[in-house]
């Protein structure tokens, strides 16, 4: 089984020029950092407490039952109850945040003549000083994002063409760039990687899966691994990402076990009315003074402890990413009878269903609905365990948009099997494979309590089929119920669900900044990256963005 799209499956919110964190009573929290120091401070008969971030000329201040907003506050990653967090947007994020700054090797030759002429230009200034549009202009490759083809192009030159040439960039850990910051997430580094069944291999190549400056076939070789049919499995991949976290000295930035369930702007005013004044006495801000803030975001949720309670905090920032996968989140068809408990929306209910011999070879047919990946996947272990299968879709097998007219044969077999099921061996014209027909251009109409499902074709046609289980398996959606209006206003389409695939975020395409809400940005799947090779792109939008809005060592 793959993973399909690779997809970012966390929910992030990442911090910057943190300068002050503070929490709701009952959080006791202690981060060191050679670049801030984050100190628990209780101010004396006061029912608040606060996490301050200490720099050189700040002074923290805490009046009696009041919360000081932050000056040009972090921008903070934050995991939804809904998403595991910690993934590789936030993990990239974080790593550019941290002072880790790409240049343009000299030395290098980009297959690319006219980025090479333009990377020429400036080989001293680091990319994330440089304009990201005028490097980005006529590039082209299988994201609709520039600065995505961009950094994919710097660090996989020509890969989609088979070839093998060494990253054009070389990187500096230059700290005085840094940018104090949070990662908040769920699970450890690498989200929901570590809950996928690691034996799956990804649909990516191998060499795809990987951070800045740590290739991952390296990281392979180190520990005498390799790469099936050049793809990786997700046990790898997690545990690269959280040795990858290590080895390059971010795990100061990661709280995991931390939950977001709100996300709002208040009047700064609203906050403390010793803000001004904490300003004021405090001249040696990360930012610009000229940009003072009105408004703030209010990042609510809480930290899971040891023992199982949840202790809530909030926290008050100037800027806030989000990075949100859609793993934990599919899509339902929202039918008559989805909601009985035969019907399910996850893989993971087969397999227990087959653990648990509540179905075998002598059961009724499972229904699979769905013509991606996952319905892929949940086909082949049915077929694996002899059991009967009934397979619905929407679109015709020949579609374009069909992943399967989209994936090489020789590197994905399996999926060309199922492929090939799906032509073969439909209602209409039995074909050599048994316990399998295809149902093309259908769709499902009711679930019964009887364990019947009804079935319509393009032209009405109804049938009805006696199945032992269900899986609608037709996609995933991020949960976005921590925003106002769950992050409708921010789509594309402000009257429609945010998707990534229809309707994503509305973002700069070259800052990654919600053009909606000034201070908010989206990476990932929900800006419309779906792949790890092209989340990075937007990772380094957001942090060139940052870092020019900080004006820190500008060119």
Known sequence: MAVAGDQENCHILQANSLRTLFLKPGIVQVINSPVVSWQLIQSPGSDCSAVSAVRA????????????????SALILAS???DKGNGPSGICLSYLLSGYTPYFKRESL???????????????????DQDLDYLSEGLEGRSDSPVALLFDALQHPDTDFGGTAESVLTWWHEPSRAIPHLVLGRNA???????IEGSVVTLSRGE?????????KEWLKQRRRGLRNNRATAEDIAQYYQHYVMKKGLQKNFRCGTVVTSVRKVSAESISNHTQKDLQENSGSLWNSSEQSTEVFQVDGFFKTVEGDKEPFSIYAENVVLATGTYDSPTWLGVKGEN??????????????VKNNSIGIMSDPVLIVGAGLTAADAILFAQHCNIP???????RVSDPGVIFNQLPKMMYPEYHKVHQMMKEQTAACAGPYECYISFPEHHVLSFGKDKKCIIQDKNGCQKAYKISIALVLTGSNPNLSFL???GIDLAVDSDQPVSPKRNPIDVDPFTYECTQEKGLYALGPLAGDNFVRFVQGGALAAASSLAKRANKNPP
Do not use: C, T
């Not at 000329?57 to 040009?72: D, E, R």
């Not at 795809?208 to 991952?216: A, E, R, T, V």
């Not at 299968?389 to 679109?395: D, K, N, P, S």
């Open 57 to 72: 000329g700040f002074v923290p201040y805490l009046a009696s039952n009041k919360v000081s907003a932050p000056h040009k």
């Open 80 to 82: 939804s109850e809904f």
């Open 110 to 128: 980009h297959p690319h003549p006219i980025l090479q002429r333009k990377l020429e230009e400036a080989p001293g200034v680091s990319i994330l």
């Open 189 to 195: 580094p690498g989200g929901a990687w570590h809950s």
């Open 208 to 216: 795809w899966m990987g951070l800045p400056d740590l290739p991952f």
């Open 340 to 353: 009985l408990s035969y019907v399910h929306h996850q893989l993971s209910a087969l397999e227990k269903a």
């Open 389 to 395: 299968v009934i397979h619905v879709f929407r679109r």
């Open 484 to 486: 106002p209006n769950n």
